[in-house]
């Protein structure tokens, strides 16, 4: 090896190493801006118990409850309560030394009522405090720490920012697959968690994979540090890619959305049409809550919602075909109450499709499920008289 390419070689192994050290997740303050599309996620609701979890609780309280929850790792046992005047309980108080005495704990007053929730710093047994808004009600108490675990994680060389969430209470565990990952993969400073909007991509529990371009990732958890290591998947797959020609219109655009059932579990994706064909992992898949978005010559929007009733088989070489619009001959139901026709929704097609609704989004209005607007239906008679017209309303 020459002098040259050896020092770029070690020039690459410090870069390496470097950025390797600063995707370590580290508990800082929440970032509002970050967590403005997530803020409920942080929420993490214990119910309370009906065991009694205290052989000698305060005198002369009223609507005395026991809860237990793990903080960082330490499960730490408390009650609430109220006076006999109180509406519920509006006092906190936890064991938080685990000597199942009470009197020697701080007492948490005012809890009540509070929509946002009061501060609470509960000093751990490790010498460190758990802090978090505390919401509580007559059924459960809702812990919103002000810190999360932060830092950033390299998807094909691009530093996305992202968040861990111990959603179980329980610190973070290599197999844990019940706590939350949230990565700005489109990197525009949030996370976009919105299920109505197209970009639902950028939450998943912990050690899921997850879609970037059209590609699978798979999302391994370093517990120790903790650090969370995005890399490309690399096991049995398949791809899947869209047959269009079927549609009546030529789309110059579309984007597709829904959820991929295999055999981890569902993997939620956003995929625009470059991104096809897009890797699946497995054998066999099945696709669900499909929304194809397709835009004209014009910019006019269409919206296409289906479903996959039968699973696809995948293989590795080449992409499996999902063809849109061949339908099956149809029957429909038709019923009649007032001046409101009722005609059965549900259009079946090759492939096991269910199509559910297929609309235009008005010009100037924004991409939504919602509110749309259902296509014009005339009922003839067999000699071509008109019965009823009108424009079908969903739900
Ligand atoms: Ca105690
Ligand atoms: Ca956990
Ligand atoms: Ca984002």
């Given at each position: 090896m ?25 508990l ?6 970050l ?32 809860g ?6 330490h499960?730490?046992?408390?009650i ?7 509406a519920?309980?509006?006092t ?27 501060p609470?710093?509960?000093p ?16 459960y ?26 959603l ?6 290599p197999?844990s ?6 990565i ?14 197209a ?14 371009k059209g ?18 998947y690399?096991g ?15 789309p ?10 295999g ?29 194809l ?19 696809l ?19 429909i ?9 009722r ?29 749309a ?23």
């Open positions: 020459k002098w040259r390419d050896c020092r770029l070689w070690i020039v690459g192994a410090l870069l390496l190493l470097s950025v390797h050290g600063y995707g370590a997740f580290k800082a303050p929440i970032d509002p801006d967590m403005s599309g997530a803020p409920h996620l942080v929420n993490r609701t214990v119910a309370f118990t009906p065991q009694k979890l205290f052989e000698t609780v305060p005198q002369g309280v009223a609507n005395l409850r026991y237990q929850a793990v903080f960082k790792g499960t730490i046992k408390f609430a309560f109220g006076t006999p005047n109180s519920g309980p509006d906190l108080i936890f064991d938080t030394n685990g000597d199942g005495d009470l009197t020697d704990e701080k007492r948490w007053t005012g809890m009540a009522g509070t929509p946002t929730g009061k609470i710093a509960l751990l047994p490790d010498g460190s405090t758990y802090e978090a808004n505390v919401i509580l009600s007559a059924w108490v809702i812990f919103r720490p002000t810190s999360l675990y932060q830092g950033t994680v390299d998807i094909d060389g691009q530093a996305c920012k992202a968040v861990l969430i111990d179980t209470m329980d610190g973070f565990t197999d697959r019940r706590d939350l990952l949230l700005d993969i489109n990197r525009n400073g949030r996370f976009d968690i919105d299920i109505s909007s970009t639902n991509v950028e939450y998943q529990f912990l050690g899921g994979e997850i879609y970037l590609k699978l990732y798979t999302t391994t958890l370093d517990a120790q540090k903790p650090d969370v290591i995005v890399q490309r690399t049995e797959q398949g791809s899947i890619d869209l047959d269009l020609s079927r549609l009546k219109m030529r110059k655009d579309f984007t597709l959305d829904g959820y991929l059932t055999v981890s579990g569902s993997t939620s994706f956003h995929a625009k049409k470059d991104y096809f064909p897009m890797a699946v992992k497995g054998r066999r898949t099945k696709l669900g809550s499909g929304i978005t397709l835009t004209d010559e014009e910019g006019l929007q269409y919206i296409l919602q289906f479903q996959m009733g039968q699973s088989e995948l293989t590795p070489d080449k992409p499996t075909i999902i063809a849109l619009g061949k339908l099956n001959p149809w029957q139901n038709v019923y009649q109450s007032g001046r409101t026709i005609v059965s929704q549900s259009l079946t097609g090759e492939q096991g499709i269910v199509y559910q609704r297929a609309y235009a989004i008005p010009k100037g209005q924004q991409t939504s499920a919602y509110g607007q259902g296509p014009a239906v005339r009922i003839l008679t067999q000699g071509g008289k008109e019965l009823a017209k009108g424009a079908m309303e969903y739900g």
